[in-house]
Antibody, heavy 116, light 113 residues
Framework: EVQLVESGGGLVQPGGSLRLSCAAS????????MDWVRQAPGKGLEWVGRTRNKANSYTTEYAASVKGRFTISRDDSKNSLYLQMNSLKTEDTAVYYC???????WGQGTLVTVSS | DVVMTQSPLSLPVTLGQPASISCRSS???????????LNWFQQRPGQSPRRLIY???NRDSGVPDRFSGSGSGTDFTLKISRVEAEDVGVYYC??????????FGPGTKVDIK
């Protein structure tokens, strides 16, 4: 059974940093691209970014709204995906989900609140 | 970026009656491989999104057959043949043809009259 479990959310001040993790199981994590998607409170879904697999040099893509501030990485030995978020803004407040590349599996999400 | 629009944004429905949601993209979603990467998601209150339909009309495993997807090019439709109480939630279309970025529609809230 595929499972994705996010962690690391919390309250952070504007300008601060936070690192989210996503623990994956039930599939061959290293073979797959992986995505982050977020959802601001009461709002719709916004794609954040993607990491490709080793065969594609772990290259990444980002939404314009987070490019230059967020970094996606992965550790295939730990079946884990990460989202390093720097220079956080109040508008980054959202539930952050990790998802498999077809968006067929999603985690339960972790809430990030950016507020002073 | 491809802009996805949905209508209606709110859809009150009667139990047992059909429902239909329209999704339009700002450009054709036909990819060079001939596939059209248009997905539909359901998000029940308090839950993570769940993919219902991929590549326009393919139902995911475990999705009831009362859900169906259709369309081509820039115009797509999600239909529920007979709405049940468990279908309450927000439905999103999403394009995966022209990425980055992947883009979602604004969502259609389905509730019971």
């Amino acid at each position: 059974e595929v499972q994705l479990v996010e962690s690391g959310g919390g309250l952070v001040q504007p300008g601060g940093s936070l690192r989210l993790s996503c623990a994956a199981s039930g599939f061959t994590f290293s073979d797959h691209y992986m995505d982050w998607v977020r959802q601001a409170p009461g709002k719709g879904l916004e794609w954040v970014g993607r990491t490709r697999n080793k065969a594609n040099s772990y290259t990444t893509e980002y939404a314009a709204s987070v490019k230059g501030r967020f970094t996606i990485s992965r550790d295939d030995s730990k079946n884990s995906l990460y989202l390093q978020m720097n220079s956080l803004k109040t508008e980054d407040t959202a539930v952050y989900y990790c998802a498999t590349p077809g968006f067929d599996y999603w985690g339960q999400g972790t809430l990030v609140t950016v507020s002073s | 970026d491809v802009v996805m629009t949905q209508s209606p944004l709110s859809l009150p429905v009667t139990l047992g009656q059909p429902a239909s949601i329209s999704c339009r993209s700002s450009q054709s979603l036909v990819y060079s491989d001939g596939n059209t990467y248009l997905n539909w998601f359901q998000q029940r209150p308090g839950q993570s999104p769940r993919r219902l339909i991929y590549k326009v009309s393919n139902r995911d495993s475990g999705v009831p057959d009362r859900f169906s997807g259709s369309g081509s090019g820039t115009d797509f439709t999600l239909k529920i043949s007979r709405v049940e109480a468990e279908d309450v939630g927000v439905y999103y279309c999403m394009q995966g043809t022209h990425w980055p970025p992947f883009t979602f529609g604004p969502g259609t809230k389905v509730d019971i009259k």
